[in-house]
């Protein structure tokens, strides 16, 4: 596979696994801010997706509405959902003969949707939860046809490591930001609200209810995030999958190039499976949290030079 | 007979050729196909069109045409009734191309070697040097069997008189194919049932055919040579067809940025290496092709890849150089051509040029201005252009001094009236002018021509310029079977 058709669509499932998980993160914001307007802020959030100034900043996040349509819809804002979209599907044009037609008309849908004055209308003036739910359903679609149409050949292996290592990007940094700005609540484990909230944004909820009945404290939901290996956002089980595709991928590499990667992959994995972290040390945590972030990086950037030709 | 009310508000034009009707009468070719649509009622024809509309859109069959950095998917306007070819007409027609063709790249082959046509005094050396498109670099460059013009869109049209003119052969970088097969595959959605039952002859093979020649022309001894379509890259607006293709053929699709030269032979960079390539399909326009040698600010091509064509470690669809025999002044001589190198007499027509580097054609140009086409002699897509009787008087003017200044690169052809076609618009059929476009594939074995081609159509009433980039829009052509 040509190097550059492999950083194409690997980029293009990043693309899209971010905007699924920011878009998770706005929706679980923006019910918190309904929830509890009186210790809430979208200061967190518009750090993370975009880069204001002090002043836009301050300008910008008493107005719930404007938030919104800055994060998912503004085309001046290089982080924003539309933006994310548009380079997944530019992306997916120029690896038209790469994936299959169904793959390609889900990001075409997906794309006119997000221009649409209809999805606008509602993020601005109605319902933005369901906005932002017509859009998530078409990443999902997404998903499915991936699953269902693609061969599984090597650009399989790239689309899907795309994803993971997005996701283990994203699953880092959503519990550090979470964590580092309730840090006291976290700690205590009295206020379960903090803890629910992230467990929403990582579409964990559910299975923690189940695993955990009910019971909220901050190690387990520590653990849950970490280690849970049923838990498709787990940082393990995002990283143990990485390296079971990674591994199909030997035949099609050079050898030098497999070596190396193998190595970091498997370095990373372990390093996260037999970390000891508490919730009642924050700073180990976080510094945690920062080494794993800074080794996922050097992996996509050593995809980058040994596989997608990049310098 | 014009009974019906579809077919009876349709007005034939004077002194056109009408491809459908003939003084109020259906012509044969044409019988089998309106009684298949002359009893549907007004309301099916309108969804048909819809659903025509529709199935482009879904299936991506766009261009995309990019303003203030934002890109706006437009479709390539499709008429949902066919233009239809009679079986004798098209024999002519295939042997016509097929004879041009052959002058064409026997030309090419002379004029980039021994020069006997110029050395008999059949075509001034000056038209020749003095053609921008004439690549030096070409001079005693071996291709492999001696084929320039692997591929070329010969642009035809129909005069009030029923004869078809070549009016262009496109021997460089020929576009549209993907629209003649995307377009048939609509026409069988549409209207179901109606192509076999109409003896209509399949185009789908083209992409088989074209697939053939380049793997023929790999000359290294591999059983499977690597055959790669290049393409100027997604901002191009005939991307479409190059994933098209590429597909269809099961190719790889590469961008100048993919491919590398190392010691004179050409290679892709893969995930797992580098991979030899032997033959290049390529759709980036030759300045474009090697920055050390045609033009040092093109990002699109490769640097080396001219050595490595040179040295014959890669094939490279079509030639290089081509673009002197699309000069449109060389046009002018290749009846001439065709006499000199086949001893024979040419088939179809050219449109009578006049070159205005000839001060008594100039002359006498200028005097008739209104009744002339003016062209630039190195441009295509409809660009470039003057039609004198539509033009303003400070057009021409304007026209007047380009041409004193740099009277080599105009030419002028009286204007033809292109024939028209029905097209369903608006809801009732309305007569608009067409040209026909069939493509011809020029292999080790020979020259095939797929049965069918491009039409295109002038949307705008009255218009004569079918080119997409004007606004044009295109059309099922049907070649019936014996």
Redesign the interface.
């Known amino acids: 596979m040509l190097s550059r058709v492999a950083d194409t669509i690997y980029w293009l499932a990043r693309y899209m696994e971010r905007t699924q998980a920011m878009l998770q993160v706005i929706r679980i914001y923006y019910q918190a801010s309904q929830d509890s307007p009186h210790d809430f802020s979208w200061r967190p959030v518009l750090y993370s997706y975009g880069h204001l100034s002090a002043e836009e900043l301050a300008a910008t996040e008493g107005d719930t509405a404007r938030v919104l349509a800055h994060l998912i819809l503004d085309k001046h804002n290089d982080a924003s959902a539309y933006n994310n979209v548009l380079q997944a599907r530019e992306n997916a044009r120029s690896a038209q003969d790469h994936i299959t037609r169904d793959v390609w008309q889900c990001l075409n849908d997906y794309y006119h949707a997000i221009r649409s004055e209809e999805i606008a209308q509602q993020i601005r003036y109605g319902d933005p939860m369901s906005g932002i739910d017509a859009l998530m359903r078409h990443g999902l679609v997404f998903t499915g046809a991936v699953q269902n149409t693609m061969p599984r050949d090597e650009g399989y292996g790239y689309l899907t490591m795309g994803r993971l290592l997005e996701r283990a990007l994203q699953t880092t940094d959503i519990l550090r930001i979470r964590w580092a700005n309730n840090a006291d609540s976290m700690t205590s484990g009295l206020d379960a609200p903090e803890l629910r909230y992230l467990l929403h944004s990582l579409f964990g909820h559910e299975l923690y209810l189940k695993t955990y009945r009910g019971n909220f404290n901050p190690d387990s939901v520590l653990q849950f995030v970490l280690h849970n290996s049923h838990f498709a956002h787990s940082l393990s089980s995002c990283l143990s999958r990485l390296s079971w595709y990674f591994e199909r991928l030997r035949a099609d590499s050079l050898p030098e190039s497999y070596e190396r990667l193998e190595f970091m992959v498997g370095r990373l994995a372990n390093h996260v499976k037999y970390s000891t972290v508490s919730a009642a040390e924050p700073e180990q945590l976080n510094d945690f949290l920062l080494e794993t972030r800074q080794e996922l990086l050097d992996v996509a950037v050593a995809f980058g030079k040994y596989y997608f030709g990049r310098s | 007979m014009k009974e019906h009310a579809l077919l009876h508000a349709y007005q034939e034009q004077p002194n056109v050729w009408d491809e459908m009707f003939h003084a109020e009468h259906i012509r044969p070719e044409y019988r089998s196909f309106v009684s298949a649509i002359e009893n549907l009622p007004h309301a099916e024809m309108t969804r048909k069109d819809e659903l025509a509309k529709k199935l482009f859109m ?3 069959i766009t261009f995309t045409v990019y303003n203030s950095g934002e890109g706006i998917e437009k479709i390539f306007p499709f008429d949902i009734i066919p233009r239809i070819i009679q079986h004798q007409e098209w024999k002519h027609i295939e042997a016509g191309i097929k004879q041009r063709l052959l002058a064409l790249n026997i030309f090419l082959k002379d004029i980039y070697h021994q020069q006997f046509i110029v050395k008999d005094g059949v075509i001034p050396a000056a038209l020749i040097y003095s053609c921008p498109q004439f690549l030096r670099e070409m001079v005693n460059v071996q291709v492999p069997y001696d084929i320039y013009t692997h591929i070329a869109g010969v642009d035809l049209i129909r005069d009030a008189d029923g004869q078809f003119y070549v009016l262009e052969d496109n021997l460089r970088t020929p576009s549209g194919v993907s629209y003649m097969l995307e377009n048939r595959s609509i026409t069988s959605r549409i209207f179901p049932d109606l192509l076999p039952k109409s003896n209509v002859q399949p185009v789908k093979d083209y992409p088989d055919l074209l697939f053939r020649n380049l793997l023929a022309l790999g000359n290294r001894h591999v059983s499977d040579p690597t055959v790669v379509l290049l393409s100027p ?2 901002y191009n607006s005939a ?1 479409f067809e190059h ?1 098209t293709l ?2 269809l053929m099961g190719i ?4 100048g ?2 491919l590398i030269v190392h010691n004179h032979h050409v290679f ?6 580098l991979r030899q390539v032997d033959v290049i399909y390529r759709r980036v326009d030759d300045e474009f092709l090697d920055p050390l040698v045609f033009r040092p600010d093109s990002a699109l091509g490769v640097p080396g890849i001219y050595a490595a064509y040179r040295k014959g470690n890669v094939a490279i669809v079509n030639a290089m150089g081509n673009g002197v025999a699309d000069d449109k002044a060389v046009y002018s001589y290749v009846p001439e051509m065709i006499r000199y190198y086949l001893n024979e007499e040419p088939i179809l027509k050219t449109v009578p040029t006049y070159q205005m580097s000839n001060p008594d054609q100039r002359n006498m140009v200028f005097e008739r201005m209104d009744k002339m086409v003016i062209k630039r002699t190195n441009e295509s897509g409809g660009y470039g252009m003057l039609i004198g009787s539509s033009a303003t008087e400070e057009q021409m003017q304007a026209f007047r001094e380009a041409i004193t200044e740099d009277p080599r690169s105009f030419i002028a052809q009286p204007i033809i009236s292109l024939s028209s076609t029905p097209c369903y618009i608006n809801g009732v059929l309305q007569p608009r002018r067409v040209d026909l476009r069939p493509f011809a594939l020029y292999g080790p074995g020979g020259i095939d021509i797929v049965p069918g081609g491009l039409t295109r159509v002038a949307l705008q009433e009255g218009s004569l310029v079918v080119n997409s980039s004007q606004g044009g829009g295109s059309k099922d052509t049907w070649v019936l079977g014996e």
Do not use: H, N, P
């Open positions: 879904s299936q991506g890259g997604i991307y994933t590429a597909r790889e699709l590469v961008e940025r993919d892709m960079k893969t995930t797992k290496g």
